[in-house]
């Protein structure tokens, strides 16, 4: 055990040193989620979602650098990282509509003009929608119809089309439709 602390006193020290300015990084940025979701009123939910992706980001971060500082040769990892992404690519693929719609929530999450209990329409020449926002996920929107009826409306769909404010906040405090 002290040959193996003589012998990794530089790397770490070195790994010490990146995990907690990684832990660093990742508190101050989970204040600042937090604080520009308070300010745009969004729900706990999303703000809990977007901190658990940056949360992964952060941990694929810290293995490449923990691999690189114990002496793992860059194109090694590079090999390694690269097969495994092809792979997933591959398996992925065939769900691609996931991942957008994943990648859509977290657009949203940033840059939605409505929020949770604002009353939209969605213009789509086929199926449009009055409807009010009950819940933003990471998939989709839960849209509670006039009549009642739930309705979940893909992330990446609600990019895509023209959608109009009819009333903000249309949801009392009892969680009922004004």
């Given at each position: 055990m002290i040959s193996f602390l003589n012998d990794y006193k530089h790397e770490l020290i070195t790994s010490g040193i990146v995990l907690l300015s990684l832990l660093i990084i990742r508190a101050i940025t989970n204040f600042t989620i937090t604080k520009v979701a308070k300010k745009n009123g969004i729900n706990d939910a999303r703000i809990?979602?977007?901190r658990r992706y940056l949360s992964v980001l952060f941990l694929v971060i810290a293995i490449f650098v923990e691999a690189y500082i114990f002496?793992?040769?860059p194109k090694e990892i590079t090999l390694l990282f690269s097969s495994v992404f092809a792979i997933i690519g591959i398996g992925l693929f065939a769900i691609w509509s996931i991942l957008s719609n994943i990648t859509s929530g977290?657009?949203?999450f940033f840059n939605f003009p409505y929020?949770?209990?604002?009353k939209i329409e969605i213009h789509?020449?086929?199926f449009p929608i009055t409807a009010i926002i009950e819940d933003i996920r990471a998939f989709h929107l839960h849209l509670r119809l006039e009549n009642g009826d739930l309705v979940t409306y893909p992330n990446n769909l609600i990019l895509q089309k023209a959608v109009t404010l009819i009333e903000k906040d249309a949801i009392d405090d009892d969680g009922e439709a004004v």
């Open positions: 809990r979602l977007i002496g793992t040769n977290i657009i949203m929020k949770v209990g604002d789509d020449k086929d």
